[in-house]
């Protein structure tokens, strides 16, 4: 029987790069199927992981609809066998849905990779209904680290340098505002002492938790 699997990790944990591993697994069994991504940092209709690797990917935008692009191409008597979807804590709940529908109705196995929790420490709504409908969730073993050593659960948003745990929750650089993530254990997020912070503690000894 099919699965909707749940790959999830923080930035940096080689998620895009086992969402490739597993799409070049199934290719090299001469299996057929579809790869999707949105808004990777390589751009539109890419996969790219940060040790090199990369692939064209279909890119998912809000109008897609999943399970009616798979009957097309089903339609079209093109073999779908597997689906691997990454960024999927970009999708909608909807999204989502239609992938556990494409599990259920046409038995197709289906591979989801994402982080699981923004720089609010809140779920994406994508990754929210994964957890609720997938079949199996697996965390990345190869976890990034946070400046500390600890293993990086959650992700930093620093603009300017500075971070800040409010605003949209999807942003990108602007001409006038440099947008960057940074990994870190809990511990140091709920403290607000990303990397660069604890450096200058370290250099000037200005307090690291506001004393
Ligand atoms: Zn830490």
Redesign the pocket.
């Known amino acids: 029987m099919a699965q909707l699997i749940f790959f999830c990790g923080t930035m940096d944990s080689g998620k895009s790069t086992l969402a490739l591993q597993t799409a070049h697994n199934h290719q090299s069994r001469g299996r057929k199927g579809l790869i999707f991504s949105s808004k990777d940092r390589a751009g539109s209709g890419k996969i790219s992981s940060r040790i090199g690797l990369r692939t064209d990917a279909i890119e998912v935008d809000e109008s897609l609809n999943f399970h009616e692009y798979v009957l097309e191409q089903l339609a079209q008597s093109q073999k779908v066998e597997f689906i691997i979807a990454d960024e999927a804590q970009f999708y909608t709940s909807a999204q989502i849905e239609q992938l556990a529908t494409i599990v259920d109705s046409l038995d197709i196995d289906v591979f989801t990779f994402g982080i699981l929790t923004d720089f609010r420490t809140e779920l994406f709504p994508g990754s929210a209904r994964l957890v609720e409908l997938a079949d199996e969730i697996n965390p990345l073993q190869v976890g990034a680290l946070?400046?500390?050593g600890?293993r990086a659960t959650h992700q930093a948003r620093i603009i300017n340098g500075v971070m800040v745990t409010e605003g949209e929750q999807i942003l990108l650089s602007t001409a006038d505002d440099v947008v960057a993530y940074e990994v870190?254990?809990r511990?140091?997020h709920m403290r607000q002492v990303t990397s660069r912070k604890s450096r200058d503690y370290y250099a000037t000894n200005v307090p690291l938790f506001g004393e």
């Open positions: 946070c400046w500390c600890s870190l254990c511990r140091h």
